[in-house]
């Protein structure tokens, strides 16, 4: 013991700090949510995601031809669905000349090797805000999961290379992979959003794309009948592992920062890469504060970040991807 074992002797310096380092961030690590819009010429700037912006499919090229010179390689698109195209079981999903099917080939003839990865759930298309169909006060779980596997063999027809459903319906892992399977997409990958809790750090996405639950009657006023009890630690395992065992590519923790335990334990539990999203919330309470002058941006921001990897997270989903491998 003291004064043989003297820790600090190997902090003495940065680079012997460098030498002992256990976690390093790289631009591999990344995947960078893109949020896209209809018309052309649009860069608009979220209000409550501070230098976040949605993008129509021209102004999308530039970005995404700048985020692959700074390395990153995969993005996960999001779209904003005009209202009048909206109803309950999300029909416009399933348009194959629709909005996101058109942003991933636009991304695909931009960068053909970009992953692009698509989020698969009905909210930005229903009339409801919801990830599913409403029917009787509930959200009708089979029925959903027929279309999030149609809707999915669209995005991979399109040029997707790994769906990613973020709706948490029972058995639609298994739901995808067989008709993906069927359909001879048997390298369209299937990350899914395994463990998701009904986190109030959404506000800000459902900002951005207009798709928050509405206050209607006989529509459930949030999202806690499918996503996750944030008490809950035992439950996400047993929703990972059964998603492993459907076919699930990739595993997802989501949000992050909160949920650090429930990372490493998944992390343990299962053998395949694990994904943290690093919600919108997380990301504009830093912008926040910063802009208050009460947080150092970068400083937090890369301790986040380095946080969520040392947990556990084989990849992380960040809307401050470009601004972090900028410091890297
Ligand atoms: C859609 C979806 C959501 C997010 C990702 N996919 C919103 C929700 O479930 O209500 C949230 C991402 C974020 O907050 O950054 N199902």
Redesign the pocket.
Known sequence: MYPLRRNRRLRTNASIRGLVRETMLSPNDFIV?LFITEGSGVKDEIASMPNYYRYSLDLLKAEVKSLWDLGLRSVLL?VKVPNNLKDNAGTEALNPDGLMQRAIKTVKDTCPDMIVMT?V?L?PYSIFGH?GVVGDGQIINDDTNAILAEMSLSHAKAGADIVAP??MMDGRIFEIRSLLEDEGFHNTGIMS?SA?YASA??G???DALA?APVDVKDVPKD?QSY?MDPANRDEAIKETIMDVQEGADIVMV?PGLCYLDIVRDVKEAVDVPVAV?Q???EYAMLKAAAEKGWLDHDAVMLEQLVSIKRAGANMIASYFAKDAVKLL
């Open positions: 949510p999001f989020d759930a909210d990830d973020s709706d959003y998701k750090f959404y800000p996405f459902r798709s999202k996503q989501k999203y919600v919108s919330g």
